[in-house]
């Protein structure tokens, strides 16, 4: 289960320095966060794909002109409020994917015994922003050096991963990765897993857009 809910400004700042110490600290992948205001998010929508309406979900986007991205960084909640800031991205939607169990619920999700991990749907334009723009992202907002854990969530939920969906997505997520490798950024190896995307089970409704709904503040701890 999640052990953090809301963290002050200064808690997160402590944490940031206690916690992700597979980063080199002080270098982003950004040099400027891209950011929208909240008129904007709330546009973003919630249905990626048109997921839950639509049998093929990759088909619903490309008849839009976007795509779809499935990534996994810890907490949900904070992942997906990072992207519905990204400009590009026209939806997202939170839920389980990766694990040996179908319809799985937030509880057994969290028993560590399904196999699932939490994860963020993305749908995106590219013409607006690309496949590796998102992993730029992705890698800014998680720490990828540690095994089954985001800061304090531990379990193989919390599991850093990118589910490609296509062969293109594999060979962008491949590279870059091997890039990040050789950049020095981080002192532990990445462990971040590159596999084929699996059936997405959209979390419990509570959970979609869990920081807009409560007015809390992102769980996501910055390198």
């Given amino acids: 289960m999640k052990t953090h809910m809301i963290f002050t400004a200064v808690s997160l700042a402590a944490l940031s320095g206690a916690l992700l110490i ?47 991205a499935v990534f996994g960084a810890g907490c949900f909640w904070g992942v997906e409020a990072e992207y519905r800031h990204l400009p590009g991205v026209i939806a997202t939607a939170v839920g389980y994917t990766g694990g040996k169990i179908e319809n799985p619920t937030y509880k057994q999700v969290c028993s560590d015994t399904t196999g699932h991990a939490e994860a963020v749907l993305i749908e995106y334009d590219p013409k607006k922003v690309s496949y590796e723009q998102l992993l730029e992202l ?13 800061g304090v969530d531990i379990g193989s939920q919390y599991r850093s991963a990118i589910f490609y969906r296509n062969p293109e997505q594999e060979k962008i997520a491949r590279a870059f990765v091997a890039k990040q490798e050789k950049s020095g950024q981080f002192r532990r190896p990445i462990v971040t897993q590159i596999e084929p995307a699996a059936t997405f089970y959209m979390a419990e409704d509570y959970h979609q857009q869990y920081h807009e709904k409560t007015g809390t503040a992102s769980c996501i701890i910055r390198r």
């Fill in 22 to 68: 597979g980063s080199s600290g002080g270098s982003r992948m950004f040099s400027q966060k891209q950011t929208a205001n909240k008129e904007t998010v709330s546009q973003i929508g919630t249905r990626p794909g048109d997921i839950g309406k639509s049998a093929d979900i990759d088909k619903s986007a490309s008849e839009r002109g976007h795509a779809l």
């Fill in 138 to 150: 992705l890698f800014e907002i998680h720490d990828p050096t540690t095994p089954n854990r985001q």
